[in-house]
C-alpha cells in the first residue's frame, strides 16, 4: 500500500490484474477485518460515478482476487475475502499490510515510557515501509485523498524520529534526510522547524534563519499566509540566542504549534445513555482501522445526533489538543435561515487567533486559510445540524489528523460517495436503551415501581431521546405518579399517532407540547417571546427586556424553562433554545400573542440592546460627537443596562457582539429602520477597535439602506462616510472614494459642515493610505476650516494632529510641532486620552526626525502610558517601532532592541504583517 499496491507470498509477488482490480484489493486493505459495502467499494473504484453494470463487474474483480489470494500463505493461515451481510471483509491479520503496520509502530513509539533510542528504531522501521508514491498505480479520487492522509502521517512520523534523533544528539543524519524531504515537501512547516532546529544544534543558525526565510517566502507565494506561531518561536529563539529551546523527551508525535486552542464543544449532555454500538463505530475510526477523517451522523429529528455526537467528541477531546471546533449550522432550523459556511468559517479563524483585519474578503481564500491552519494539528470539528453537503464542504480540514463529524437529518450520501466519509445511521433507542434513558432522568427505582406505566412512556415516546427527555422533565416538575402521565399521553393518541409514522416535525410538535401546556403562565409566555429573538443565545436581563420583567423574575421564569428542557444554560451564564424548540417557540408565539404583544416585545427586545449598547459606547467614546439621529426614550420595560465602567462596557460589547448584529437585522426586518441606523452607529467605534472591519461594512451597508427607506439625507450621508471608512480599512478603496464623495456631497446639500468636515478628514485618510500626500494635506486642512468655522475644539484638535502627521510625512517637521502642540493642547483640555496619544506619537515623530532625540523619546513614552491604559496593543507596537529608530538614532542599542523585541511580541501574538518589518530591524541590530 505504501508505494505500488502489491501482494507477496514470502518474497515472491502475487499477480494481480488492472488497475481497477488493485483498487478493489487497497479499498479491502484499507478496512482490513472490517466489512465493506458493495457500494462503498463501487464509489471508491469509479469515483461516484460506478457504470450501470457496477455490481457484475465489481463481484468480478472480487472473483479473481480470491483466486489471486488463494496461494498466499499468511503466516500459516489462508488470506480469505469473505462475503458478510455488511459487505466483503478481507481476513488477514492487520500487521501484514504494511499501511497497519506503520501505523502501529508510529503508535508504539508514542508510548511515554519508551526511551528515545527505542523510540527511534521504532520510527525507522515504520519509515523503512514506505516504497514510494503510496497506492501507486490506483486511480480516482479516493486514493487521492487516502494519499493526502498518509503523507501527511509520514511527515509527523519524520518529524518526531526527528526530534528523538536531535534529543540523542544525532544532528548530522537530521540535516541530511530532512533537506531532501523539504525539497518534496516544500509547505511543510513541521518538517522546516525541525530542520532549523537541526541546524541550530549544529552550530549553522545563519543556514536555520536561511530556511525560514525561504519557507516564509514559498507560504506566501502559494496561500497567502504567515508561518505557525511555533516555526515563528523557532526563529525568534534563533535570532535571540543562537539556540532554539531544548527539546523535551515527549511520546512520539510532532511538536504542535503555539496558538489558541478553541474548546467550542458544548456541555456534556446529563444522563447520556446506550449508542454503544454507534460509540464503538466512531472509537474505530480513531483507532486507524478506517483511513477516514470526516464521519456522518444522520437520522430523524430528535433521535439524538446531537447528544451523541457531543458526548463522544467529548470523550475523545483529549486525542485532539490542539483544539476542538463547534458549529450549530441550522440546516433545519424554521425561524432562521440556515448558517452561511463563510460566517462559520470566520468564526473559526477568529478562534485560532487570525486577527479579524487579517481575515481574507474572498470566500474561498477564507476557506484555503482555514485548511491551512489546520493542516497537520489534531483538531476535532464538530458541524452539528447540517442542511447539505454544500453548506458542509467548505467547513471540512484538508485531511487527518484532523477529524470532522457531522450531524444531519439527511444521509450527505454526496458526501460519502465522493469525500469518503464514514457515514453512520442513527435509528430510535432499543427499548432497552430507551428503558434506560428514562431511569437515568428519574431514578431506576422510581421507574421499576411502575413498569407498565414505564412501558407505555416508551412507546408513546415513539423511543425517540428527545421526547423521552422532555417527557421525564413535566415528570420531576410535576411531581405526578408515572402511570398519570402515561394516561395523558394515551388521551392525546390522535396528536402522537405521527410517532409511529415517523414525522418529525409532528413528533417533536406533540412532546414540546406536553412540556409547554406544564409551564406556568408566566414562563410559558416567556417560552413563546423567546421566539422572537434572533439568537445565537441571550443573557438574563435581555430576557427581563424581551418579556418586560424585572430581572430576578426573569432569572426564576428561565429556571423554570431550564428545568423543563425547554431551554439550555450555557457556561458562561447565558441561554439558548435548541433549533427546533426555537421554531416551535416562534409558532406559539404567533398563534398566541396579539400582533400588538408582538410588536411590544420586539420594541423592547430592540431598545434593551441599543439603548444599552449606546449607554457603553458613551463610556467608551466620551470625546466622540453625539449621535446625529438621537435615541428616543426607551420603550417601558425594556430593561437598559447601563455598565458600570468601561471595563463592564468592553466586556458587554463582546459578549453581545453577534446578537447585536442579529439585532440590527431585526429592526431593519421588522420596519426599525431608525433603530437600525442608530444601532450601526453605536456599534461603529466598538467593530473598529477590535478589527471587525467586515461585520462594520455590513452594518453600515445596513445602515444605508435603513437611511433611504427613511428618506433622510443627514442619516444618509453618514452612513455612506462611516461605510467607505470600513471600506478603506478593507482596502476597497474604489468602493470607499465614491462613497466619500457621495457622502460630502450629501452634507453639502444639507448645510452641514461638521459632516463635510469629517467627511475630509476620511477623505485624508484614503488619500494617506494610497500615497497621494499633498491630496491628503489637502482635505486635512479643508477639515481644520470646517471645524473652526462651526467651533468644534474636538474635530480642531483631531485635525491640527492629522495635518501635523501630513506634514511629517511631507518632511516639514517644524510646521509638524507647531500643528502638534496645537492639536495636544485641545486634546488635553477635552480629556480625550484617545487623541492625546495619538497626538504624543505624531509628536515624537516630529522631534526625531528633527534630531531632537531626548524629547522624542519622552513624547513616545507618553504615548505608550496612554495607549497601554486603552488597550490597543496594535497602536502600542505601532510606537514602540519608531521609539526603537530614535534610540538606535542615539546610540542607546540595548534599548532600541528591547522596544524592537516587545514590538515584534505583540505583532507576533496579533499575527500582524508589520511583524517581518520589524524582525529584520531587530535582525539588524543583533
Not at 449508542?275 to 430528535?302: K, N
Not at 477529524?403 to 450527505?412: A, E, I, K, P, Y
Not at 457622502?743 to 494617506?768: K, N, P, V
Amino acid at each position: 500500500m505504501l508505494g505500488p499496491v502489491e501482494v507477496f507470498a514470502g518474497s515472491q509477488p502475487v499477480a494481480l490484474g488492472r488497475a481497477q482490480m488493485r483498487t478493489v484489493l487497497a479499498a479491502l486493505a484499507v478496512e482490513v477485518g472490517r466489512p465493506v459495502a458493495a457500494e462503498t467499494l463501487a464509489d471508491r473504484v469509479w469515483s461516484g460515478t460506478p457504470p450501470k453494470t457496477w455490481r457484475e463487474v465489481l463481484y468480478s474483480h472480487v472473483t479473481r482476487i480470491r483466486c489471486a489470494l488463494a496461494a498466499v500463505d499468511a503466516c500459516g493461515e489462508p488470506v480469505v475475502l469473505v462475503r458478510r451481510p455488511a459487505g466483503y471483509l478481507l481476513d488477514l491479520d492487520s500487521d501484514l499490510v504494511d499501511l497497519h503496520r506503520f501505523r502501529r509502530l508510529v503508535g508504539a513509539a508514542s508510548v511515554a515510557r519508551r526511551t528515545d533510542p527505542e523510540r527511534v528504531e521504532l520510527l525507522r522501521s515504520a519509515l523503512a515501509l514506505w516504497r514510494g508514491t503510496p497506492l501507486a498505480g490506483v486511480p480516482g479520487s479516493w486514493a487521492d485523498r487516502m494519499r493526502t492522509g498518509w503523507y501527511q502521517h509520514r511527515l509527523e512520523a519524520v518529524v518526531a524520529w526527528a526530534d528523538a534523533e536531535l534529543r540523542l544528539g544525532n544532528e548530522q543524519q537530521v540535516i541530511v534526510e530532512l533537506r531532501d524531504l523539504l525539497g518534496e515537501h516544500p509547505l511543510a512547516e513541521q518538517l522546516a522547524g525541525v530542520l532549523m532546529r537541526a541546524l541550530a544544534q549544529d552550530g549553522r543558525s545563519a543556514e536555520a534563519l536561511e530556511c525560514f526565510v525561504a519557507l516564509r517566502a514559498r507560504l506566501a507565494d502559494e496561500l497567502g499566509a504567515e508561518p505557525a506561531s511555533e516555526l515563528q518561536a523557532v526563529h525568534r529563539a534563533i535570532l535571540r540566542g543562537g539556540q532554539p529551546p531544548p527539546l523535551a523527551a515527549t511520546p512520539a508525535r510532532p511538536a504542535r504549534p503555539i496558538y489558541p486552542q478553541p474548546a467550542q464543544l458544548p456541555a456534556a449532555v446529563p444522563g447520556f445513555t446506550g449508542r454503544r454500538a454507534a460509540l464503538a463505530d466512531l472509537d474505530s475510526l480513531l483507532e486507524g482501522r478506517g483511513g477516514q477523517s470526516i464521519a456522518t451522523v444522520s437520522g430523524t429529528a430528535g433521535v439524538g445526533k446531537t447528544a451523541l455526537a457531543v458526548h463522544w467528541a467529548r470523550r475523545v477531546a483529549e486525542r485532539f489538543p490542539d483544539g476542538q471546533l463547534y458549529a450549530n449550522l441550522r440546516g433545519f432550523d424554521g425561524s432562521t435561515q440556515a448558517v452561511r459556511p463563510a460566517a462559520v468559517v470566520r468564526r473559526f479563524l477568529l478562534a485560532f487567533g487570525v486577527p479579524a483585519q487579517q481575515v481574507p474578503e474572498d470566500p474561498e481564500a477564507q476557506v484555503a486559510l482555514y485548511r491551512s491552519l489546520l493542516a497537520g494539528r489534531r483538531v476535532l470539528v464538530l458541524l452539528d445540524n447540517a442542511r447539505d453537503c454544500a453548506q458542509v464542504r467548505p467547513l471540512l480540514p484538508g485531511g487527518a489528523p484532523a477529524f470532522c463529524l457531522v450531524t444531519s437529518r439527511n444521509q450527505l450520501t454526496p458526501l460519502v460517495a465522493v469525500e469518503g466519509a464514514h457515514p453512520l445511521s442513527l435509528d430510535l433507542l432499543s427499548a432497552a436503551e430507551a428503558h434506560e434513558l428514562l431511569a437515568s432522568r428519574l431514578g431506576a427505582d422510581r421507574v421499576d415501581v411502575e413498569p407498565a406505566a414505564a412501558e407505555q412512556i416508551v412507546a408513546c415516546c415513539a423511543r425517540l431521546p428527545l421526547a423521552l427527555s422532555i417527557t421525564a422533565a413535566r415528570i420531576r416538575q410535576s411531581g405526578v405518579p408515572l402511570g398519570v402521565l402515561a394516561e395523558d399521553l394515551t388521551d392525546v393518541r390522535g396528536r402522537l399517532s405521527a410517532l409511529d409514522a415517523g414525522d418529525p416535525g409532528s413528533q417533536v410538535r406533540a412532546v414540546f407540547s406536553w412540556s409547554y401546556r406544564a409551564l406556568t403562565p408566566a414562563a410559558a409566555r416567556l417560552f413563546r417571546l423567546l421566539g422572537v429573538h434572533p439568537g445565537p443565545d441571550v443573557g438574563v436581563v435581555a430576557v427581563g427586556g424581551l418579556a418586560g420583567v424585572p430581572e430576578a423574575a426573569a432569572r426564576a421564569l428561565l429556571a423554570e424553562l431550564t428545568g423543563a428542557n425547554l431551554v439550555g444554560k450555557h457556561s458562561s451564564g447565558r441561554y439558548a433554545c435548541h433549533d427546533l424548540l426555537t421554531a416551535y417557540a416562534a409558532d406559539q408565539c404567533r398563534e398566541t400573542e396579539t400582533g400588538a404583544d408582538r410588536a411590544a416585545a420586539t420594541d423592547r427586545l430592540i431598545d434593551h440592546y441599543l439603548h444599552t449598547a449606546y449607554a457603553a459606547d458613551r463610556l467608551l467614546n466620551p470625546a466622540r460627537d453625539p449621535i446625529p439621529l438621537p435615541l428616543a426614550e426607551a420603550t417601558p420595560g425594556s430593561a437598559v443596562r447601563r455598565p458600570a465602567d468601561d471595563q463592564e462596557a468592553r466586556a458587554w460589547l463582546t459578549a453581545e457582539h453577534h446578537v447585536l448584529l442579529g439585532v440590527a437585522q431585526l429592526a431593519a426586518d421588522t420596519g426599525h429602520d431608525l433603530r437600525a441606523w442608530q444601532l450601526a452607529w453605536v456599534l461603529d467605534m466598538f467593530l473598529h477597535w477590535r478589527g471587525f472591519w467586515h461585520d462594520r461594512s455590513r452594518m453600515w451597508q445596513l445602515a444605508v439602506a435603513s437611511a433611504e427607506r427613511l428618506a433622510d439625507p443627514v442619516a444618509a450621508a453618514h452612513a455612506y462616510r462611516d461605510l467607505a471608512r470600513a471600506n478603506n480599512r478593507l482596502r476597497r478603496y474604489a468602493d470607499s472614494g465614491d462613497q466619500l464623495n457621495r457622502a460630502l456631497e450629501m452634507f453639502g446639500r444639507a448645510g452641514d459642515r461638521t459632516g463635510q468636515a469629517h467627511t475630509h478628514r476620511a477623505l485624508a485618510s484614503l488619500c494617506e493610505r494610497q500615497g497621494r500626500l499633498r491630496q491628503a494635506l489637502h482635505h486635512d486642512e479643508r477639515a481644520l476650516a470646517l471645524f473652526a468655522a462651526v467651533g468644534h475644539p474636538q474635530g480642531q484638535a483631531d485635525a491640527l494632529n492629522s495635518i501635523g502627521w501630513d506634514r511629517c510625512l511631507l518632511g516639514d517637521y517644524v510646521q509638524a510641532l507647531r500643528c502638534c502642540r496645537q492639536a495636544l493642547e485641545l486634546h488635553q483640555r477635552a480629556g480625550d486620552k484617545w487623541g492625546e496619544a495619538t497626538t504624543w506619537d505624531s509628536l515624537g515623530y516630529a522631534h526625531h526626525h528633527l534630531g531632537g532625540h531626548a524629547e522624542a523619546v519622552h513624547c513616545y513614552q507618553r504615548a505608550l502610558t496612554l495607549v497601554r491604559a486603552l488597550g490597543d496593543r496594535y497602536f502600542e507596537a505601532d510606537t514602540l517601532t519608531r521609539l526603537a529608530e530614535t534610540q538606535e538614532v542615539a546610540e542607546d542599542v540595548r534599548a532600541a532592541r528591547e522596544s524592537l523585541r516587545a514590538a515584534l511580541d505583540i505583532l507576533l501574538d496579533l499575527d500582524h504583517s508589520d511583524a517581518e518589518e520589524v524582525r529584520t530591524k531587530l535582525m539588524q541590530l543583533q
